[in-house]
């Protein structure tokens, strides 16, 4: 399994997509996928939109048999848990758990990448 993982709107995908040569078909979309979805996928995307979407899974338990049974997957999500840390309670709650269960994933992968203006740091 491969984590890639770095601020909004820095080249994820683009990087992933190019280093990992993956085409759109083997993308899925955590804004709109299911997470059942991700057990078949080649890639998602948004990962952390999945998890907001979807609170109320075991998300340490999912992110463990996800990579049992896809250990292929290249998993692209954004940090969340920098700057102000948000009054919401829910917003807070979600940012925990996004960092929970990508230290879960991170303890799996194969690698996990940083990146920042489109150019990936291995840092696993």
Not at 57 to 75: K, S
Request: hydrophobic share 40%; net charge negative; glycine share 10%.
């Amino acid at each position: 399994m491969k984590l890639i993982i770095g601020g909004a709107y820095q080249g994820k995908r683009a990087y992933a997509s190019l280093q990992y040569h993956l085409n759109e078909i083997q993308w899925v979309d955590g804004e709109i996928c299911e997470p059942e979805d991700l057990y078949q996928a080649g890639a998602v995307n948004h990962f952390h939109q999945l998890i907001r979407r979807f609170p109320e899974i075991d998300w340490a338990g999912f992110a463990q048999e996800l990579c049992r049974q896809n250990p292929q997957i290249v998993i692209v999500t954004n940090e969340v848990g920098y700057g102000i840390v948000p009054m919401e309670k829910e917003e807070r709650v979600w940012r925990e758990l996004c960092g929970r269960t990508c230290t879960i994933l991170a303890s799996f992968a194969d690698e996990v990448v940083r990146v920042c203006c489109g150019i990936g740091g291995r840092i696993k």
